[in-house]
């Protein structure tokens, strides 16, 4: 009865997002107000049925429905209640289900934050949004029902959830991804809004400034998520393997980053608008993108849930329309004319203008890596994978050349900057970085070029970024007032490059001077990593909820004094019949030991892979901070401000009261 | 003339999709699809009842078969199991086992237990033949003609509805018989 009832409130939630597609559009063409005022009552509508979906299958989830085929094929009486509840997103159909979720729950966001917006900006947003929630749901109802039955043959018990999914990673790393891909629809939304209107204005970047920032921040806690957990549970140790899924991921955020950039030159400068409007666009269609490829199975990857012929042709019509109408509609619609704007050939528009030029190569180039294997299969070169040489060898330089502009550019000024003047402000700061690179190099002990490169542009971030907060926060009333007089946006800036600067240190350190051995070992038997001695004391074997482990005990010392105890293991867990690495890890801010148990080879030995991984921690952390950075920007006064005001001025004045707030800020 | 130029992504996006439309359903990972047709993979492996027994693939010469993967690990194969056995000694189908990354006692006892379907048992610890015919889960069950030749392949439970719709009428096919 209940999946049944979860089918009827998709299609009901199809019906609203039809209606929120069309009625509200027409009405904000023909001018009716009447028609507009649909807007958000439709996708409140929307949500709720949506959500109400959302909850019948988490209900069929836990309570063991295995009538329903998507439950019994993903789950198992034998799980433990949150790997049920988790199970919902484990498969296709139940994941799209949550991505269809957060989508009407971005659509309801907008309606309920968007009180200060014209009424036809918003009447247009959100049927934008209402058309890409109709692909969507057509998508769920025709391809992929979660609420399909296995009638009359129910089976007796589920085939469970693959056992890589059962972890604390998975019940977090999937919606917080979804939140990033689908966020960036409501930029979409407003891109488009705009090209219709013709108004491609300062107030149109400013209103999507916020939802990319925070859409962006969630989809960096959802990448470093999914590469802390591929640490811990693919068990080998790497934190970055290049993988198509993952390549997906990262395409929108790179893509993403240039836009939170250029929209800060839109917003302030009124210049590049053609250029944001398009990122914008390309942004969201490679969040589309990166859903097709893991949906469609064209691609091989650890990620990629059952192939589907029809899903995939499905989903490529949907992303066709999407992106062929949008990019026809820009054609026709983007300006062409050049702004009177100026800006001198040394500006921080010219040093913006630099960083969108390098993260948008920086995502052709995995974009290119991504799709070659299929191109050359399309000409008939047969199938292979691009592999990490070609990444690293590609993705570095650019990388570094971002931090080392990033450095430059804090200090740059609007319009025009005196390049002697600047050469003087970054004579300190490069003067600093070069000292600690220089001590951080014999610290760690060895010099490549890679890592010195790596580790300056990292400090030469943190240093130019704390340099100018101290520049800026200079003060007759004192520091302490000059630091709280900083906007939040401003920190929330400080905090995403600094947060930059950490992660590229921790890829750098755990790169080039992480160490790993691979050793056969039986109980009782040591092995020394640099001054490290790990000793495999003993094996035993203990029962989980659904699987049984065989674990063994490693004691890591230092000179006699125990470090740390670890007990990495190996599951078999019984319904799937899967081996599951379980990594031991002793976690650090400045290094992690890691020890992964591999095969047994022989009588009573083991391979063993025992680790080192300097600063890995720094990685993540670094991603945390660019994501709270970007929280922190959102929450500033000027976005505040205009919700308190909300009372006093009439729907339609946005535009105008926009400016006011402009000149308060 | 500029304008022309902001017509470049969309072209671009419409060569991309091109190139993805041809991807779809070419599985990069699938071997079924390389298999029908052809002749079982080379196998050497134990019987299950006798270990001293060693059999080859010219078992599944002369009689169309099914050959089903099964393990005591496998909830949906004890489902599938009472079909099977019916299979066996009503509709007289050949049935071979491919006892699957099992352990041979526990093997043992459950057809003890449950009834022994099968007209020959495989005993395949290492998922050596698993491995060849592109496994991916117990159960599976695959058509074999008389002359050792794959014709298809059932991922999932044997039940009477895939008994009626698909198997008998593929096994009538192949070798008059069911």
Redesign the interface.
């Given at each position: 009865m209940y999946p049944e009832l979860g089918q009827f409130t998709l299609i009901l939630s199809l019906l609203l997002a039809s209606l929120l597609a069309v009625v509200p559009l027409v009405g904000a063409i023909t001018g009716r107000d009447s028609l507009q005022a649909f807007a958000r009552p439709l996708a409140a509508g929307m949500f709720v049925f949506v959500a109400l979906a959302f909850a019948v299958l988490t209900h069929s989830f836990l309570v063991d429905d295995f009538s329903v085929a998507y439950v019994a094929n993903n789950s198992n009486s034998l799980l433990p209640w949150y790997y049920k509840f988790s199970a919902v997103w484990g498969g296709h159909e139940g994941s799209l289900l949550l991505w269809i979720l957060m989508l009407a729950g971005w659509t309801l966001a907008v309606a309920v934050f968007s009180r200060r917006l014209p009424t036809v900006m918003v009447s247009q947003v959100l049927s934008v949004m209402g058309m890409v929630s109709v692909g969507f749901l057509l998508f769920i109802l025709v391809t992929s029902n979660p609420f399909d039955r296995l009638l009359p043959?129910i089976?007796?018990?589920g085939?469970d959830l693959n056992p890589l999914l059962q972890d604390f990673g998975l019940i977090v790393h999937p919606p917080m991804l979804y939140m990033g891909y689908v966020g960036f629809s409501v930029a979409f939304a407003f891109a488009i809004a705009a090209l219709i209107n013709g108004r491609l204005d300062a107030a149109w970047a400013r209103w999507s400034r916020p939802w990319t920032t925070v859409a962006w921040s969630f989809l960096s806690v959802g990448i470093a998520l999914g590469s802390w957990w591929a640490y811990y549970e693919l068990g080998w140790g790497g934190w970055w393997f290049w993988d198509p899924v993952e390549n997906a991921s990262l395409l929108p955020w790179l893509a993403g980053t240039a836009l939170m950039h250029s929209l800060a030159v839109t917003e302030k400068r009124g210049v590049f608008k053609?250029w944001t409007v398009?990122l914008a666009?390309?942004t969201f269609?490679l969040s589309l993108l990166g859903t097709?490829l893991v949906r469609?199975?064209?691609?091989?990857s650890v990620h990629a849930f059952a192939?589907d012929?029809t899903r995939?042709?499905f989903l490529?019509g949907l992303?066709?329309f999407t992106?062929?109408s949008s990019?026809?509609l820009?054609?026709?619609r983007?300006p062409?004319v050049h702004t009177r704007v100026r800006y001198g050939s040394l500006s921080r528009e010219i040093f913006l203008l630099l960083n969108n030029v390098l993260l948008v190569s920086s995502m052709l180039l995995v974009l290119v890596g991504t799709?070659y294997p299929?191109?050359l299969?399309?000409m008939g070169g047969g199938?292979l994978s691009i592999g990490e040489p070609f990444y690293n060898t590609t993705f570095s330089p650019i990388a570094i050349a971002v931090g080392l502009l990033l450095g430059a550019g804090i200090f740059s000024r609007w319009k025009k900057t005196d390049g002697g003047w600047l050469g003087r402000r970054l004579l300190w700061p490069a003067a600093i970085s070069l000292i600690v690179t220089a001590v951080v190099m014999l610290g760690l002990g060895g010099f490549t070029p890679w890592a010195f490169a790596g580790v300056l542009t990292a400090t030469w971030v943190a240093v130019a970024t704390l340099a100018d907060l101290w520049d800026k926060s200079s003060s007759r009333h004192g520091r302490w007032h000059g630091l709280r007089r900083q906007s939040r946006s401003y920190y929330g800036m400080v905090l995403g490059h600094l947060g930059m600067a950490m992660t590229m240190a921790g890829a750098t350190v755990v790169s080039n001077y992480g160490v790993e051995r691979d050793v056969r070992m039986s109980p009782g038997e040591t092995a020394e990593l640099g001054d490290l001695r790990f000793t495999f004391s003993e094996v035993g074997e203990r029962q989980g909820p659904n699987f049984v482990a065989q674990y063994g005990r490693f004691d890591i010392t230092r000179d006699g004094k125990l470090v740390a105890t670890l007990y990495p293991e190996k599951r078999q867990y019984?319904?799937?019949?899967n081996v599951m690495t379980e990594a031991g890890i002793d976690a650090g801010l400045t290094r992690d030991l890691f020890v992964a148990l591999g095969e047994r080879v022989g009588d009573n030995a083991w391979a063993v892979r025992i680790q080192y991984k300097p600063l890995i921690r720094w990685l993540w952390l670094g991603s945390l901070f660019m994501a709270f950075g970007g929280f922190l920007a959102i929450a500033d006064r000027r976005y505040r401000i205009r919700e308190r005001s909300a009372g006093k001025v009439p729907a339609d004045s946005g535009k105008l009261e926009g400016d006011v707030v402009e000149a308060v800020s | 003339m500029r304008r022309v130029l902001l017509f470049i992504p969309v072209a671009l996006a419409v060569a991309l999709g091109i190139v993805l439309f041809a991807g779809i359903g070419k599985d990069p990972n699938r071997l079924e699809s390389a298999l029908i047709g052809k002749p079982v993979p080379a196998f050497e492996l134990a019987d299950l009842q006798n270990p001293d027994a060693v059999h080859h693939d010219n078992v599944f010469k002369g009689q169309v078969s099914l050959l089903n993967v099964w393990g005591t690990w496998c909830p949906a194969c004890r489902d599938e199991h009472g079909d099977l056995v019916r299979l066996a000694n009503v509709e007289g189908v050949r049935i071979i086992g491919l006892n699957y990354k099992d352990n041979r006692d526990a093997a043992l006892q459950w057809l003890d237990r449950l009834g022994n379907p099968y007209a020959l048992s495989l005993f395949d610890p290492q998922g050596k033949l698993g491995f060849d015919l592109g496994v991916y889960g117990a159960p599976e069950t695959y058509v074999i003609d008389a002359e050792g030749i794959v014709r298809y392949r059932h991922v999932g439970v044997v039940n009477e509805r895939v008994w009626l719709d698909v198997l008998q009428p593929l096994l009538q096919q192949y070798g008059g018989q069911g």
């Amino acid at each position: 009865m209940y999946p049944e009832l979860g089918q009827f409130t998709l299609i009901l939630s199809l019906l609203l997002a039809s209606l929120l597609a069309v009625v509200p559009l027409v009405g904000a063409i023909t001018g009716r107000d009447s028609l507009q005022a649909f807007a958000r009552p439709l996708a409140a509508g929307m949500f709720v049925f949506v959500a109400l979906a959302f909850a019948v299958l988490t209900h069929s989830f836990l309570v063991d429905d295995f009538s329903v085929a998507y439950v019994a094929n993903n789950s198992n009486s034998l799980l433990p209640w949150y790997y049920k509840f988790s199970a919902v997103w484990g498969g296709h159909e139940g994941s799209l289900l949550l991505w269809i979720l957060m989508l009407a729950g971005w659509t309801l966001a907008v309606a309920v934050f968007s009180r200060r917006l014209p009424t036809v900006m918003v009447s247009q947003v959100l049927s934008v949004m209402g058309m890409v929630s109709v692909g969507f749901l057509l998508f769920i109802l025709v391809t992929s029902n979660p609420f399909d039955r296995l009638l009359p043959n129910i089976p007796a018990d589920g085939a469970d959830l693959n056992p890589l999914l059962q972890d604390f990673g998975l019940i977090v790393h999937p919606p917080m991804l979804y939140m990033g891909y689908v966020g960036f629809s409501v930029a979409f939304a407003f891109a488009i809004a705009a090209l219709i209107n013709g108004r491609l204005d300062a107030a149109w970047a400013r209103w999507s400034r916020p939802w990319t920032t925070v859409a962006w921040s969630f989809l960096s806690v959802g990448i470093a998520l999914g590469s802390w957990w591929a640490y811990y549970e693919l068990g080998w140790g790497g934190w970055w393997f290049w993988d198509p899924v993952e390549n997906a991921s990262l395409l929108p955020w790179l893509a993403g980053t240039a836009l939170m950039h250029s929209l800060a030159v839109t917003e302030k400068r009124g210049v590049f608008k053609s250029w944001t409007v398009l990122l914008a666009i390309v942004t969201f269609a490679l969040s589309l993108l990166g859903t097709f490829l893991v949906r469609s199975g064209v691609l091989t990857s650890v990620h990629a849930f059952a192939s589907d012929p029809t899903r995939g042709a499905f989903l490529l019509g949907l992303l066709a329309f999407t992106i062929v109408s949008s990019l026809t509609l820009y054609a026709f619609r983007a300006p062409v004319v050049h702004t009177r704007v100026r800006y001198g050939s040394l500006s921080r528009e010219i040093f913006l203008l630099l960083n969108n030029v390098l993260l948008v190569s920086s995502m052709l180039l995995v974009l290119v890596g991504t799709l070659y294997p299929l191109v050359l299969d399309y000409m008939g070169g047969g199938r292979l994978s691009i592999g990490e040489p070609f990444y690293n060898t590609t993705f570095s330089p650019i990388a570094i050349a971002v931090g080392l502009l990033l450095g430059a550019g804090i200090f740059s000024r609007w319009k025009k900057t005196d390049g002697g003047w600047l050469g003087r402000r970054l004579l300190w700061p490069a003067a600093i970085s070069l000292i600690v690179t220089a001590v951080v190099m014999l610290g760690l002990g060895g010099f490549t070029p890679w890592a010195f490169a790596g580790v300056l542009t990292a400090t030469w971030v943190a240093v130019a970024t704390l340099a100018d907060l101290w520049d800026k926060s200079s003060s007759r009333h004192g520091r302490w007032h000059g630091l709280r007089r900083q906007s939040r946006s401003y920190y929330g800036m400080v905090l995403g490059h600094l947060g930059m600067a950490m992660t590229m240190a921790g890829a750098t350190v755990v790169s080039n001077y992480g160490v790993e051995r691979d050793v056969r070992m039986s109980p009782g038997e040591t092995a020394e990593l640099g001054d490290l001695r790990f000793t495999f004391s003993e094996v035993g074997e203990r029962q989980g909820p659904n699987f049984v482990a065989q674990y063994g005990r490693f004691d890591i010392t230092r000179d006699g004094k125990l470090v740390a105890t670890l007990y990495p293991e190996k599951r078999q867990y019984r319904v799937q019949r899967n081996v599951m690495t379980e990594a031991g890890i002793d976690a650090g801010l400045t290094r992690d030991l890691f020890v992964a148990l591999g095969e047994r080879v022989g009588d009573n030995a083991w391979a063993v892979r025992i680790q080192y991984k300097p600063l890995i921690r720094w990685l993540w952390l670094g991603s945390l901070f660019m994501a709270f950075g970007g929280f922190l920007a959102i929450a500033d006064r000027r976005y505040r401000i205009r919700e308190r005001s909300a009372g006093k001025v009439p729907a339609d004045s946005g535009k105008l009261e926009g400016d006011v707030v402009e000149a308060v800020s | 003339m500029r304008r022309v130029l902001l017509f470049i992504p969309v072209a671009l996006a419409v060569a991309l999709g091109i190139v993805l439309f041809a991807g779809i359903g070419k599985d990069p990972n699938r071997l079924e699809s390389a298999l029908i047709g052809k002749p079982v993979p080379a196998f050497e492996l134990a019987d299950l009842q006798n270990p001293d027994a060693v059999h080859h693939d010219n078992v599944f010469k002369g009689q169309v078969s099914l050959l089903n993967v099964w393990g005591t690990w496998c909830p949906a194969c004890r489902d599938e199991h009472g079909d099977l056995v019916r299979l066996a000694n009503v509709e007289g189908v050949r049935i071979i086992g491919l006892n699957y990354k099992d352990n041979r006692d526990a093997a043992l006892q459950w057809l003890d237990r449950l009834g022994n379907p099968y007209a020959l048992s495989l005993f395949d610890p290492q998922g050596k033949l698993g491995f060849d015919l592109g496994v991916y889960g117990a159960p599976e069950t695959y058509v074999i003609d008389a002359e050792g030749i794959v014709r298809y392949r059932h991922v999932g439970v044997v039940n009477e509805r895939v008994w009626l719709d698909v198997l008998q009428p593929l096994l009538q096919q192949y070798g008059g018989q069911g």
